[in-house]
C-alpha cells in the first residue's frame, strides 16, 4: 500500500486542520488505518485509528474529543479532523496502515505494516 498524506499547515491555537491519507497499490478496504505523530525531540505516538469498515475508532487520550478520524472505501481516503488545536499539537503527523487494528498494534508497541511520509502540523499560540 502507498501512502500520500496531505494537510499540513500552520494554524493558530484554538483552530482546526484536516489531514487527508490518499491510498492506492492495494485493497484499501482490507486494511485498518490510522495516524501517528511525531514532534521534534520525541518519539512518534499513536493519535488515531479506524478499523477497516470505519465503524470502529480509537484515540489517544492526548486528543479525545477534539480529534475525529473517518475513511472513504469508495475514494480510497482516511482523514483526520483536528479542532481546538494546541502548541502541543506540533508535528509531524503520518497515516500507516496494517492489517491489524492500529491502536491495539501502538500498544502492543508494534509497527502497522505501512507508512505514508508525513505532514508538518505547526500550532502557533
Known amino acids: 500500500v502507498q501512502l500520500q498524506a496531505s494537510g499540513g499547515g500552520l494554524v493558530q491555537a484554538g483552530g482546526s486542520l484536516r489531514l487527508s491519507c490518499a491510498a492506492s497499490?492495494?485493497?484499501?478496504?482490507?486494511?485498518?488505518m490510522g495516524w501517528f505523530r511525531q514532534a521534534t525531540g520525541k518519539e512518534r505516538e499513536f493519535v488515531a485509528s479506524?478499523?477497516?469498515?470505519?465503524?470502529?475508532?480509537g484515540y489517544a487520550d492526548s486528543v479525545k474529543g477534539r480529534f475525529t478520524i473517518s475513511r472513504d472505501n469508495t475514494k480510497n481516503y482516511v482523514y483526520l479532523q483536528m479542532n481546538n488545536l494546541t502548541p502541543e499539537d506540533t508535528a509531524l503527523y503520518y497515516c500507516?496502515?496494517?492489517?491489524?487494528?492500529?491502536?491495539?498494534?501502538?500498544?502492543?508497541?508494534?509497527?502497522?505494516?505501512?507508512w505514508g511520509q508525513g505532514t508538518l502540523v505547526t500550532v502557533s499560540s
Open positions: 500507516a496502515a496494517g492489517k491489524l487494528a492500529l491502536d491495539l498494534v501502538a500498544t502492543m508497541k508494534g509497527e502497522p505494516d505501512y
Open positions: 479506524v478499523n477497516w469498515n470505519g465503524r470502529t475508532t
Open positions: 497499490g492495494r485493497t484499501f478496504a482490507n486494511y485498518h
